[in-house]
């Protein structure tokens, strides 16, 4: 299974599940959305720490956000969980089916109480191998807070885009441990 993976705090339970599901487990981090090549290595460095504690595979989708600005322009102004949201999960999600070269594959993004699953498996039933975990379901998103407050995971408490930052009011840093 191909986990296209957000960041480590959201990642965590996610790999846990996928090894309870019996998965053999590669994370695709696909990150362009990220405000910054700065905060893409930040939040990258906990992503290789995870790979490295759980002893999987990671391949890195380098980082372009201008092409990701593309993808949501005229949708900059969208409230989260509105148009831009669809578009940059299509844009990660796009990118993950190409790595997946038609291996089955899954997002973090579904265990996060903040975005809805709904909306995220409409997006991803466009490929044949997208599978539909809701990792939300049956407490994910606490036992992935869990894990990353044991890891010591940097934690940042707006999305990622600008216009995320922007609506969080700029306090982009929320330290877990
Ligand atoms: S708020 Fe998050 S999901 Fe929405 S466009 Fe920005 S980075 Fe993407």
Redesign the pocket.
């Known amino acids: 299974m191909i986990l296209h993976i957000c960041c480590a705090p959201c990642g965590g339970g996610c790999v846990e599940r996928l090894k309870e599901n019996g998965e053999e487990t590669v994370l695709f981090y696909s990150n362009s959305?990220?405000n910054s090549q700065e905060e893409f290595e930040r939040r990258l460095a906990c992503v290789r720490q995870l790979a490295e504690a759980q002893q999987i595979k990671l391949a890195v989708d380098p980082y372009d956000h201008e092409s990701w600005l593309r993808a949501?322009e005229g949708y900059e102004n969208e409230p989260?969980?509105g148009e831009?949201?669809r578009?940059?999960?299509n844009f990660s999600l796009s990118r993950t089916a190409l790595f997946a070269e038609g291996e089955n594959f899954c997002t973090t993004?579904t265990v996060s109480p903040r975005?809805r699953s709904k909306v995220i498996f409409e997006i991803g039933s466009e490929w044949n191998n997208f599978v539909p975990e809701d990792f939300k379901k049956r407490d994910g998103y606490r036992r992935s807070c869990e894990i990353a407050r044991q890891s010591g995971f940097y934690r940042q408490n707006y999305?990622?885009?600008e216009?995320?930052l922007r609506d969080s009011g700029g306090n982009d840093a929320n330290d877990l441990s």
Do not use: T, Y
Request: glycine letters at 6%.
């Open positions: 959305n990220l949501v989260e969980q831009r949201c578009r940059c999960f993004l975005k999305c990622g885009c216009f995320s």
